[in-house]
C-alpha cells in the first residue's frame, strides 16, 4: 500500500512536461545516448516507475523529446508577407532551434515516431510552397531539402566543434589554416587563397546568412514562371 501511495504521490508532482523539459537539459549537455529512463529518473529524484506514467519507453521518451523540439519553431507565419519571406522565417526558425539545442539535429533525424509538431510544420511548409506555385510533388522535395539545408548548416558552423573550449577551437582553425596554407600552390591555388575563410570560425552569422540566402534563391529560381517572390 506504501509503495503504491508513492508511486501514486511521484506522478502526480511529475508532469509530462517536466520529464521532457529535464530530457532536453541531458541530451544537450550529455548526447542523445545518455538520454535513458533510468538516468532521467535519477535527474528528477524519482523512481523509474514514475516516468512509466508518461513514457512506455525510451523511443516513445525520445519522440516525446523531438516534438517538444518541434513545437520549438515557428510557423505563424504573416500571411500578407510573400511566399519566400515566409518560407526564409520556417528556415530561420528551424536553424535558431538547432543551434539552441546541441542534441536538435540528431534527434530531429533518428526519432521514428513523429508526432503533431512535426507534421504542423511540414503541413506549413508545404502550404507555402504550394501557394508560391509548386505541385505536390515539388513541394516535397522542397520541404525535405529545408530541413537537410538546416541541419547541414547546424552542423558544419564553423564554430561549432562538440567538447572543445575556445581556445581548443582557435588551435583546431589554426592547424587546419596551415595544413591549407602549406599545400603546393601550383597545384591547389584556390585552396591556399581561400586558407583562412574555409576554416574561418569568427562569423557564424556570416555561414548563416549566406546559407539561407543560397537556399531560398534557389527555390526562388525554380519557382513557375521563374519570378522571385510570389
Known sequence: MAATKSGE???TRLSRSAVVERAIAVADSEGVDALTIRRLAQELGVTPMALYWHFRSKEELIAGVADTIWGEIRTDVDPSADWSLQLRGMLES???VLREHASASQLL???EKLGPAHWQATEQTLEILRRAGFDARHASEIAKSALWTGLMLAMSEPSRHAGETEQELADHQWRKQVELASLPRDRFPRLVEAAIPMTS???PGFHYRFGIDL???GV???A???APGG
Open 9 to 11: 504521490s511521484e506522478r
Open 94 to 96: 528551424l536553424i535558431s
Open 109 to 111: 533525424v533518428n526519432s
Open 201 to 203: 570560425c569568427d562569423d
Open 215 to 217: 537556399f531560398i534563391a
Open 220 to 222: 526562388q529560381a525554380l
Open 224 to 226: 513557375p514562371g521563374g
